[in-house]
């Protein structure tokens, strides 16, 4: 879309390769093209790709293994077996429908949640196979060991072994026009020590690129970071100078006041996610302040226009 996000009733698209060539008016378009393969939408609209911006390719096929009545410690056992048993070929595999059903819905890009693929490579043949563009991230970043038991066997909360994996998979940015691209992330929820959030940080910044997290998704694991911090997490966050422009937060369900200035003035991303809130009964859509962070962005003293851009996709 361009600046001003123009709309044309008899439009047509170009297209070399994969790459969009001109975007017009039909009468303008269709003339200087010689077109191998022409396809008629018949009327029907032809737009960007949605971008998924918070999934997890590789629990896909799990899906429908989890209540509405699931608690911290439930979803902390369920990871830990998952975990410790799923096989690179049954990653491929959810990555595979995960990838097919985005397609499908018109989702043509996706940020992978926070590094919770254990096997990167797995997913970013899915996403090749299918056609898709995706940006993956080293697997499980965290060394701090909240209440939730996650950290067995394969995944240990271990800070060398995190730093050691810290920006592996920012190779995959050696070629710009590559489906699958490279970002950084800590898996969150209480897991990531100061140092080890600083080193991710710098890493992201060093190489430009997203720092993404999940972060304050329900009161269990909030109350984690308020306990370890001795103060609200995205305060603290932000005088660690962590929230930028290239931060972008996942689900962000529980806010309290002094978090919110902090929020919109940095200009980060916060990817709110209302049917996992919904799912877990956080209560993300009913106490949430995802829309007044948007108006701060949007009207706030002090506050960028893009800063805090929430989106709902996930």
Not at 46 to 61: A, Y
Request: include cysteine.
């Amino acid at each position: 879309m361009d600046d001003v996000r123009r709309v044309f009733p008899q439009g047509a698209v170009a297209i070399r390769g994969r790459e969009i060539v001109a975007v017009g008016p039909e009468r303008e378009i269709v003339p200087r093209f010689e077109a191998q393969r022409t396809i008629d939408a018949h009327g029907a609209v032809v737009h960007p790709g949605f971008v998924e911006s918070h999934v997890h390719v590789t629990q896909h096929v799990f899906r429908f293994a989890f209540t509405g009545a699931a608690t911290w410690a439930d979803l902390g056992t369920f990871f830990t077996e998952f975990h410790r048993v799923v096989e690179d070929e049954e990653e491929h595999a959810s990555s595979l429908l995960a990838c097919l059903e985005m397609a499908r819905n018109g989702t043509t890009s996706f940020l992978e949640g926070c590094g919770s693929v254990l096997e990167p490579d797995s997913a970013a043949a899915a996403a090749e196979a299918v056609g898709i563009r995706a940006s993956l991230a080293d697997p499980f970043v965290w060394d701090a060991a909240p209440p939730n038991p996650a950290a067995a066997g394969r995944i240990p909360l271990d800070r060398s072994r995190a730093l050691a994996v810290l920006g592996t998979q920012l190779k995959r940015n050696a070629d710009p026009t590559a489906l699958v691209q490279g970002h950084v992330a800590v898996m969150g929820h209480g897991t990531a020590s100061d140092e080890l959030e600083l080193a991710a940080k710098a890493c992201a910044d060093r190489h430009g690129v997203i720092l993404n997290q999940h972060q304050s998704y329900m009161d269990t694991d909030t109350a984690i970071d308020d306990h370890r911090h001795g103060r609200h997490p995205l305060v603290h966050y932000s005088e660690l100078g962590l929230l930028e422009s290239n931060s972008t937060f996942a689900h962000m369900n529980v806010l309290r006041d002094d978090e919110l200035a902090p929020i919109a003035g940095s200009g980060m991303s916060v990817v709110w996610c209302p049917t996992a809130s919904m799912i877990y009964g956080v209560g993300g859509t009913l106490r949430g302040r995802h829309f007044e962070l948007l108006d701060r962005g949007r009207t706030g003293p002090g506050a960028s226009t893009s800063a805090s851009r929430p989106s709902s996709r996930c």
